[in-house]
Nanobody, 126 residues
């Protein structure tokens, strides 16, 4: 399984970025696609998730209203649109895939998420 994240970069305070994650080697529709992030000196944290058919999304409070997660199952790609970026959004953003094994949605966490990508750096300048 490979998860290839891209789209990070340097952006000014208030700017926008769109991150992409291309997956291979897995049945894409069977996974909750997730974005985590890790800021310097901090623990990795949940950002957003979308279930296999795209019918439900989940956001961390810190990005709610500013982020939008989506997926294109035909392209095996997940996206994270980040708007109104703030310096505190500066982090390495990781794409991850959690098996969707039950009808009940369980928020992805570091311990229950199986596959991880390599991360893409987002830097927001003030």
């Amino acid at each position: 399984v490979q998860l290839q994240a891209s789209g990070g970069g340097l952006v000014q305070d208030g700017g926008s970025l769109r991150l992409s994650c291309v997956a291979s080697g897995l049945i894409f529709e069977s996974y909750v696609m997730t974005w985590f992030r890790q800021a310097p000196g901090k623990e990795r944290e949940f950002v957003a998730a979308i279930i296999g058919n795209g019918g439900f999304t989940d956001y961390a409070d810190s990005v709610k209203g500013r982020a939008s997660i989506s997926r294109d199952n035909s392209k095996k790609t997940a996206y994270l649109q980040l708007n109104s970026l703030k310096p505190e959004d500066t982090a390495v953003y990781y794409c991850a895939a959690k098996g969707q094994t039950t009808i009940l949605y369980i928020r992805p966490s570091l311990s229950n998420t199986k596959y991880w990508g390599q991360g893409t750096l987002v830097t927001v300048s003030s």
